[in-house]
């Protein structure tokens, strides 16, 4: 099977957010799942990716190329590499006018141009080299035109006569809203980008709608997130045609990539350790102490927060109560993370009004983020919405349990410890309310006096499998459906 997949972000090169994990991650599960799988990805090369430093050789071959985009020819040039550790190639979309900007995202003008330019280069590349895959896989508003360039802009090509299209939506509040002369640069019919048209959504021309509208299958991260967007409040608009594509759409759960989150290897630790052996856990839990300059007895538990600071993580949930619930009960909040002023300040001021139990930094470090999931006891992630989450899948590999609202990924990940006493894996409410979050982080707080229950739901999130070669087989499945219908 042939896969050709097209990414805005991808790992170990840039990132953003979840998405760059996914594309670092599936595409090498993908070709480990089977000797018959091979896999190309595009991506854009943007002026922060070192070429060199990465192994990339530029496609002498193909020289300078040019993308049609409505009445103008873009130039751009290829560069080519693998994968690091895997036999997946990788082609980056040379074009400084359009990816040499200070950020990956912007709100300039020509946006959706820029990533219509992606879309044709990577068609384009595959004619150049003869590359007729079996399938496009699209992800996110960026590339989600895709699945409608095949069935209407390159509709001539007999290469792409059986090639059939994947979208995955990472973030469905993200639609790629445009101007309808983009339908026409892309090659598309502009009747359908028009109101009334099947591409037209909150009074302009929606990139990621006509992905949904006209891809073979579409897959989000999460099975709970895929019913969650075919209701009005989760559904942004889109919840009717998703609601009407509703047999064609899968959830399925982002991996976790385990040679970098793995508590038994991992290289920012103070001592590694496994649900065979904690001992290595505590060492990691007074380093964290030590590191903050806080200090804690076992029987103290230590609360951790690492996340953009932003409405949709649920703060708004935890903020109204934290202060009198830490002039009440003994336990560490540690917090790793940047974003909204406001919320950069709340989580500053608390750490100054508690010294002794408050510690906090605004900004991001690699390095520290598994060094708090390692030597946290218990993992705040109250978010709003979640179309999958990780950091819930790392804490449970870390042993330490997570707090969570029971929406998207996080509902399909964490088993609440009340609830279920023999299967739980964290703790998880129901109701977006500050006055629940509250009862459920005394919960937490009061669970962790019973070391043997903590312990118990330890080892059981230790032992989960969020592996990416479990996902992997999940897409092969949603591609043979593709693939069958054709």
């Known amino acids: 099977m042939n896969i050709c997949f097209v990414t805005s972000e991808c790992v170990p090169y840039v990132k953003t957010g979840g998405l760059a994990d996914v594309a670092g991650a599936l595409p090498p599960a993908l070709c480990r799942a089977s000797p018959d799988v091979h896999v190309k990805v595009f991506l854009p090369l943007y002026a922060r990716i070192p070429v060199f430093d990465h192994g990339f050789v530029h496609a002498d071959d193909l020289g300078e190329l040019s993308a049609r985009l409505g009445d103008e020819d873009i130039p751009y040039h290829v560069w080519y590499g693998h994968l690091p550790d895997s036999e997946v190639e990788i082609y980056l979309i040379d074009c400084p006018r359009f990816f040499h900007r200070g950020m990956l995202y912007t709100d300039h003008f020509d946006e959706a141009r820029r990533f219509i330019l992606l879309q044709k280069a990577a068609i384009e590349v595959m004619q150049r080299y003869a590359f007729s895959p079996d399938i496009v896989h699209a992800n996110d508003w960026q590339t989600a035109l895709l699945p409608a360039m095949l069935r209407h802009a390159y509709a001539w090509d007999d290469r792409f006569a059986r090639t059939r299209s994947v979208l ?242 996080l509902a399909d990940t964490v088993t609440d410890l009340h609830e279920y006493p023999a299967q739980g894996t964290g703790f998880s409410f129901h109701d977006a309310r500050p006055d629940v979050m509250t009862a459920t982080l005394h919960r937490a707080i009061d669970t962790f006096s019973q070391q043997d229950i903590w312990r118990a739901a330890m080892q059981r999130g230790m032992q989960k499998d969020f592996s990416w070669d479990r996902a992997a087989a999940a897409y092969l499945d949603v591609y043979r459906r593709a693939l069958d219908g054709r």
């Open 168 to 409: 995955t939506i990472h973030n469905l509040a993200y639609q790629g809203l445009t101007n309808p002369h983009y339908a026409y640069e892309a090659g598309l019919p502009v009747e359908h980008a028009l109101s009334g048209g099947n591409y037209h959504h909150d009074g302009a021309f929606s990139c990621l709608r006509a992905g949904l509208v006209e891809a073979d299958q579409i897959t989000t991260v999460s099975p709970t997130y895929a019913s969650e967007i075919q209701q009005p409040h989760l559904g942004c608009g889109l919840d009717g045609v998703l609601s009407a594509r509703r047999s064609a759409l899968t959830g399925i759960l982002n991996g976790v990539d385990t040679a970098h989150w793995n508590p038994g290897t991992d290289v920012h630790l103070a001592a590694n350790y496994d649900a065979t052996d904690l001992h290595g856990k505590t060492i990691c839990r007074n380093a964290l102490l030590s590191e903050f300059s806080l200090s804690a007895p076992p029987d103290v538990p230590i609360l951790a927060v690492v996340s953009r600071l932003a409405d949709q993580k649920g703060f708004d949930l935890l903020v109204p109560d934290l202060e009198q619930v830490l002039r009440t009960r003994d336990f560490r909040l540690i917090v790793l993370g940047s974003g909204t002023p406001w919320l950069e300040g709340y989580f500053r001021g608390l750490s100054g009004l508690f010294p002794d139990k408050v510690a906090a930094f605004i900004g991001y470090d690699e390095g520290l983020s598994h060094r708090i999931e390692a030597g946290a006891d218990a993992f705040l992630m109250p978010s709003r919405y979640e179309p999958c989450g990780l950091n819930q899948m790392y804490s449970m590999l870390y042993g330490t349990l997570p707090v969570v609202h029971h929406t998207g990924g």
